[in-house]
């Protein structure tokens, strides 16, 4: 027989919905579906519509519009399709000018279906990238939009997970809305909870790295203080996983003229302890501008976006006077909606509950581990997690409960202890070059059966010596 080509998106002019819907374009793919540009058929108002497909685990061919299922079990794929529904369902109900607004769900396919009304305007991760790091007063606009947007979901006690300039559109008329809510989950404030595992380099903190962790206000409050990082500086920061061997570079360090305040706020949202960040929304920005100046006057509506010739000075993006009296106004109108909620102005942290013990594993060399992390449907660890064993840790990808994908090895005990390996691992070994990073000490190349240094090159950053490494042999190159 012969085979039928497989492909993965509707084509242009499908239609959905009982022909509600017809498809223009493809927006984007991700790892749990397909984003479309489609257009009501009757009333002619375009939205974005997204199809749950998980990436490589779903297929369809070009003759049909249903999808078939490839390595993933029936109940595995029917698990996650019922979670994409009932996130929709959750955030149907969400009524905020800077949240974008579930309309419509149906079923069709074999899977499910989300509608959005579709937002005009450019992603801030475009604006950044096309026009550079914005003046100090657009990014404190923007921020106080978006804490605003984010103060509403976490009074519906939603945790957003996912916040970052690829999520956030700036619209013609300069208003931030929030885009994406794929990876949003409902929340009970610092609890221990079991949420799946996705995040984003350089914009996700440390407990998003587990499954299972304690998650709260502060989750997101890290992700807004990346977000301004990012805005201001134009750079992205660098992951939570890695500042415990790489030192998180200060926003000032990078634009000297920026305020100690907004320096102080983000550095604080951005803290790796969740107890050390600010708590609430409206801690974060009285952080940022004051109590004294929260006092002050609304300022007026932006009304552009900044251009090429902006990047040196400050655009008549915020009416009104410049400088933090400006930013005192928009806080203001911030702080006057997020004390509308009582669940997010005046909850205050609970004390820290006690630590779960978590279940015993075992790789395949009979070695044990506890874990935290993505799992199998047998419970098994498979995906993204962190595993700790009597004398190292591991944060990185598992299959079939061993060491499988990139992941950094951090030993805490022994002879090695305080050596860190990036590396590409299959079946808990070292595969490939890799980095070790041994307190000023940076080697890159191979390793030896021993994990010891076989072939590559090796740095101390203190002394800015180089040697070469042959066969475990050192020789000094540079001084």
Do not use: W
């Amino acid at each position: 027989m012969e085979n039928t080509p497989q492909i993965k998106q509707l084509a242009v002019g499908t239609t959905l919905c009982n022909g509600k819907y017809v498809i223009e374009r493809v927006i984007g793919e991700g790892g749990f579906g397909i984003t479309y540009f489609a257009r009501h058929t009757l009333l002619n108002h375009a939205f974005v519509i997204k199809e749950f497909f998980v990436s490589g685990r779903c297929v369809r061919d070009t003759h049909h519009h249903t999808i078939s299922l490839q390595d993933i079990s029936p109940e595995m794929f029917a698990k996650y399709r019922q979670r994409f529904v009932d996130e929709a369902k959750t955030l149907i109900n969400l009524d905020h000018p800077g949240v974008v607004k579930v309309v419509d769900i149906f079923e069709e396919n074999n899977t499910s279906y989300i509608v959005m009304p579709f937002v005009e305007g450019e992603t801030l991760q475009h604006v950044v990238d096309t026009r550079g790091k914005l003046p100090y007063d657009v990014a404190v606009n923007y921020m106080a939009q978006l804490s605003e947007a984010i103060a509403y979901i976490h009074g519906k006690h939603i945790l957003h997970r996912d916040i970052k300039p690829d999520n956030l559109m700036i619209t013609p008329e300069n208003k931030v809305v929030l885009i994406d809510f794929g990876s949003a989950r409902e929340f009970v404030n610092d609890e221990v909870q079991r949420h799946t595992a996705i995040l984003t380099q350089g914009y996700a903190p440390p407990e998003q790295y587990a499954s299972t962790s304690r998650k709260g206000n502060y989750t997101d409050i890290y992700a807004i203080g990346a977000v301004f990082y990012f805005a201001i500086t134009g750079q992205k920061p660098i992951d939570s996983a890695s500042r415990s061997i790489e030192q998180l570079v200060e926003p000032i360090k990078i634009v000297p003229n920026l305020p100690i305040e907004a320096n102080r706020t983000i550095m604080k949202a951005m803290q790796l302890k969740p107890e050390d960040r600010h708590q609430t929304i409206q801690e974060f920005m009285i952080d940022l501008v004051g109590k004294e100046a929260a006092s002050g006057k609304v300022a007026g509506t932006p009304t552009k976006k900044p251009t090429a010739k902006s990047k040196s000075k400050t655009l008549p993006i915020i009416l009104g006077a410049v400088g933090l009296a400006v930013v005192a106004g928009i806080v203001v109108l911030v702080l006057a909606l997020v004390g509308k909620d009582k669940n997010v102005a005046e909850v205050k942290p609970e004390p820290l509950v006690e630590e779960v013990v978590q279940p015993q594993f075992m790789l395949s060399s009979g070695e044990e581990y506890t874990y935290n992390g993505e799992t199998d449907s047998f419970g098994k660890p498979n995906g993204l997690g962190t595993a700790v064993f009597d004398d190292r840790e591991y944060n990185g990808y598992f299959k079939n409960g061993n060491m499988d994908g990139y992941g950094e090895l951090t030993f805490t005990s022994g002879p090695k202890e305080g050596r860190v390996y990036k590396a590409a691992f299959v079946n808990n070994r070292i595969v490939d070059t890799c980095t070790v990073v041994s307190g000023k000490n940076v080697f890159v190349g191979l390793l030896n059966g021993n994990m010891d240094y076989d072939n590559g090159t090796l740095v101390n950053e203190e002394t800015n010596e180089t040697y070469i490494i042959t066969n475990g042999n050192f020789e000094l190159k540079t001084r």
